[in-house]
């Protein structure tokens, strides 16, 4: 990181910058091509979950098993100078980055978990489940491997 001034390493912290954000964007490997979507997720002890459609190029990628890398913005606001001069506006921002290699779930209790941590970022923790549309979906886990952060105030 090039500014060490603004790295953020309490865990803690970067944990809670992922579960402020209102969606995550992430880069998958298409060849020598990046392919970027942005989702919705969920968090629950230390994974975070995703779905998607069963079929389709981003699901194609992410069952190849390449690693990922998510971004995660909970806040960004330009910053200008009192004095209104150009080139001086700034940003105000917390960003997080997550590499690792999300896996498919199966397994209907780690489906579950998926579900539940979804609909607890969509503040829903107790709806109820739509079994029919859980089982036309694909639901992923990232542990991640690796996390930075970054916060200029």
């Known amino acids: ?3 060490k001034d603004r790295e953020v390493t309490d865990v803690t912290e970067i944990w809670a910058g992922v579960v402020a954000s209102p969606w995550m964007t992430m880069a998958l490997c298409d060849g020598a091509e990046p392919h970027v979507v942005p989702l919705s997720f969920g968090v629950a002890d230390g994974a975070i979950y995703f779905h998607s459609s069963r079929k389709g190029h981003k699901v194609e990628l992410l069952r190849r098993g390449g690693t990922v ?3 995660f913005v909970p806040y960004a606001d330009v910053t200008r100078p009192e004095d209104g001069t150009g080139c001086r ?7 997080v ?3 690792g290699r999300p896996e498919e779930l199966h397994d209907p209790a ?5 579900v539940r941590a979804l609909l607890s970022a969509v503040q829903a923790p107790d709806a109820p489940v739509n079994e029919e549309a859980v089982g036309r ?6 542990v ?6 970054s916060r200029h105030a």
């Not at 506006?89 to 960003?95: E, K, T, V």
């Not at 979906?137 to 990232?142: G, K, Q, V, Y």
């Not at 991640?144 to 952060?149: G, I, K, L, N, S």
Request: include cysteine.
């Open 144 to 149: 991640p491997d690796r996390m930075t952060a």
């Open 110 to 114: 780690e489906v579950s978990v998926a």
């Open 137 to 142: 979906t694909a639901f992923f886990r990232l």
């Open 69 to 71: 890398c998510c971004s």
């Open 89 to 95: 506006f700034s940003m105000r921002f917390l960003s």
């Open 1 to 3: 990181m090039r500014h």
């Open 97 to 99: 980055l997550a590499w």
